[in-house]
């Protein structure tokens, strides 16, 4: 069994920066591709960022390029989310999940483990 721990959300002003953690239980963390969600109130959970088993392909949604980077520490069994310049829209749930695939993917449902959440709140 994985367990995905999401740390690192709070409320942050309009131009501020925030670091997300997501701890991985398990032996096998390097071998697999992670990502990160978002969900808004009301809304569909979406792609933001997904990186490959070893930290050298990443891939971003075109709201969050340039301002947001996703990085991960395989000794440590985590998987980070740098985001900086963040900007009222971008108030939501934040989701890490793992992909069963060393391949990164932007598709929600090729995930097949998420973590709880953590909430971030960007005031104007």
């Known amino acids: 069994q994985v367990q995905l721990v999401e740390s690192g959300g709070g409320l942050v002003q309009a131009g501020g920066s925030l670091r997300l953690s997501c701890a991985a239980s398990g032996r096998t963390f390097s071998s697999y591709a992670m990502g990160w969600f978002r969900q808004a109130p009301g809304k569909e959970r979406d792609f933001v960022a997904t990186i490959n088993w070893s930290g050298t392909i990443t891939s971003y949604a075109d709201s969050v390029k340039g301002r947001f980077t996703i990085s991960r520490d395989n000794a440590r069994n985590t998987v980070y989310l740098q985001m900086n310049s963040l900007k009222p829209e971008d108030t939501a749930v934040y989701y890490c999940?793992?992909?069963?695939?060393?391949?990164?993917?932007?598709?929600?449902?090729?995930?097949?483990?998420w973590g709880q959440g953590t909430q971030v709140t960007v005031s104007s």
């Open positions: 999940a793992r992909n069963p695939d060393w391949r990164p993917s932007e598709v929600l449902y090729e995930y097949d483990y």
